[in-house]
Nanobody, 121 residues
């Protein structure tokens, strides 16, 4: 399974970005995908996850109401719509694929290369 994340950029606080993660390879073994982020000097943290079979979603409290995870099964792509961005959202955002929805990075088997999101005032 290969994951290719894109869509990051430099924006101002309050702006929006849509991150994409294109999935290729043997995806039939994965049924959950997640977004994580890692800021400099901090551990990788959970942002959102989605079940590919039923579309169930789960969010970190810090992004609930501002971020939306979605999927397009025909394009084998998941998205993370990020609205009302804050300075503290600045991080490298990673997409990941695994057998189940989890907030723990170790539960995901495959990772994309990351895309940088920088929010300035």
């Amino acid at each position: 399974v290969q994951l290719q994340a894109s869509g990051g950029g430099s924006v101002q606080a309050g702006d929006s970005l849509r991150l994409s993660c294109a999935v290729s390879g043997r995806t039939f073994t994965t049924y959950a995908m997640g977004w994580f982020r890692q800021a400099p000097g901090k551990e990788r943290e959970f942002v959102a996850a989605i079940g590919l079979s039923d579309g169930s979603t789960y969010y970190a409290n810090s992004v609930k109401g501002r971020f939306t995870i979605s999927k397009d099964n025909y394009k084998n792509t998941i998205y993370l719509q990020t609205n009302s961005l804050k300075l503290e959202d600045t991080a490298v955002y990673y997409c990941a694929a695994g057998p189940m929805i989890s907030t723990m990075p170790k539960m995901y088997d495959y990772w994309g290369q990351g895309t940088q999101v920088t929010v300035s005032s």
